[in-house]
């Protein structure tokens, strides 16, 4: 039930960055709900592997190559969801940048402090 949540609040937040970013857009809120599922999906499955492969250049740039890792990983959600899209690197990192601080909030805010 949990994972469901976080996988709505990125659906919100995804919508949220759309509206805040230029170059990133959403055809509305079920394209940005549907977005936030995959986004989670490969956050959940893809992201820890790509993560052990750039091992190196994160460690080298002091963990700043962990940002570029969340933009591959938000470029490739838009180009699984129709709907959603990106129109470059600049955008796929801010992007990342906000969706990432707009869930985190919203978790701090509605979920269950166990």
């Not at 709907?83 to 906000?98: E, K, R």
């Amino acid at each position: 039930m949990r994972f469901l949540l976080r996988l709505l609040l990125n659906g919100v937040a995804v919508f949220l960055a759309a509206q805040l970013i230029p170059g990133i857009g959403v055809s509305g809120p079920a394209a940005a709900i549907v977005a936030g599922i995959v986004l989670g999906l490969i956050n959940a499955i893809i992201r820890p592997l790509l993560i052990l492969l750039t091992l190196p250049a994160t460690l080298i740039t002091l963990g700043l190559f962990i940002f570029v890792v969340n933009a591959i990983c938000l470029a490739l959600a838009a180009w699984f969801v129709p709907g959603f899209t990106i129109s470059g690197f600049i955008p796929a990192l801010l992007g990342a940048l906000a969706i990432t601080i707009i869930s985190w909030l919203l978790s701090a805010l509605l979920t269950d402090k166990k």
